[in-house]
């Protein structure tokens, strides 16, 4: 079936314009996830959707970032003013169920702000 | 200390050999635990989850040490294809939240 998929794939974007990401979880996952991947660096976790809400939210690095679902399904993550370490992959994923569920991960969007 | 810590490597191993990674986690609690592989740049992709004591796949193992807090992966007869970096991930209790370890690198040589 369907895997998770993001778009755009890839962004370039000049600094201090908004972008919007977006996720379309595997059909039938509750849970959907954002994560930070910077250049040789680990994933950062940003925010956790159960359904539509978002339980906590202090992972978004800063109030430029904002994440939102509805539906059940699509979610999109903004980010406004964009800064050059703003430049990441940002990757989604969905699972089943909540944290405690293995994810599914989506290729990625890869931004760069010049 | 971190909530989860892994040893990053780069780990140099021969095709064949047998080679086991550690990770360690901070809550006691914690009920479930991942090991992802994550090849360069891709996404990461699940390789085992543990639930209880452990879990094998094939040439997979993982094993959870409650008693001291780690989870282990071991790999045997090791590909070339095995090479990748790989991660631990331990859901927060409580919290909602996911702590990912930074990875080790394995590097298969021929």
């Known amino acids: 079936g369907a895997g998770v998929s993001q778009s755009p794939s890839n962004k370039v974007t000049e600094k201090g314009k908004d972008v919007e990401l977006r996720c379309d979880p595997i059909s039938g996952h509750t849970a959907l996830y954002w994560y930070r991947q910077s250049l040789g660096q680990g994933l950062e976790f940003l925010i956790y959707f159960q359904g539509n809400s978002a339980p906590d939210k202090s992972g978004l690095p800063s109030d430029r970032f904002s994440a939102e679902r509805t539906g059940g399904s699509v979610s999109t993550l903004t980010i406004q003013r964009t800064q050059q370490e703003d430049s990441a992959v940002y990757l989604c994923?969905?699972?089943?169920?909540?944290?405690?569920?293995?994810?599914?991960f989506g290729d990625g969007t890869r931004l760069s702000i010049l | 200390r971190k909530e989860v810590e892994q040893d990053p490597g780069p780990f140099n191993v021969p095709e064949g050999a047998t080679v086991a990674f550690n990770c360690t986690y901070s809550n006691s609690a914690s009920q479930s635990f991942f090991w992802y592989r994550q090849d360069c740049r891709k996404e990461p992709k699940l390789l085992m989850s543990v639930y209880s004591s452990g879990n094998e796949d094939g040439r997979f193992t993982a094993q959870l040490n409650r008693a001291s807090q780690y989870i282990s992966l071991l790999i045997r007869d090791s590909k070339l294809s095995d090479s990748a970096t790989y991660l631990c991930?331990?859901?927060?209790?409580?919290?909602?939240?996911?702590?990912f370890g930074t990875g080790t690198r394995l590097t298969v040589i021929p």
């Open positions: 991930v331990v859901p927060s209790t409580g919290a909602n939240n996911l702590f």
């Open positions: 994923a969905s699972s089943l169920g909540g944290l405690n569920q293995p994810q599914h």
